[in-house]
């Protein structure tokens, strides 16, 4: 089970906590051995350490997608069982993917149905999507 670690704050600029934000991800690094990245958005850290299931190597995280000039930063742990059926749904709606991960998928369903893209998940999951 990877780990996943979430710091928010709209007021200040995150940056000088990363070396906390840092100590306490490496807390939890044993949950997901595999990979260990930090994204710093200003006003949002993101945190994962990860344990490589699928896509290995084009699965990393915090993922960053980038659409129509917006970036989405995401950190995901669990498994979408329908992620194909999703995954073709999205594509037939012009979206485009570069990895065979979940978590794209997971990233792209938020960009095109908000919210209401958890309605479509099966599975055990959890997000964070800045």
Known sequence: MCGLLCMYNQNEDLSNQITTFNKMLSLIKHRGPDDYKIIND?????????LSIIDINGGKQPLEYVY???????VYNGEIYNMNTIKEQLIN????FST???TEVIVVSFIAYGSRCLNLFDGIFSFVIS
């Open 100 to 102: 065979q991960s979940d």
């Open 93 to 96: 709606e012009g979206f485009h």
């Open 42 to 50: 200003h006003h949002v850290l993101l945190g994962h350490c990860r």
């Open 68 to 74: 129509n000039n917006i970036k989405y930063s995401i």
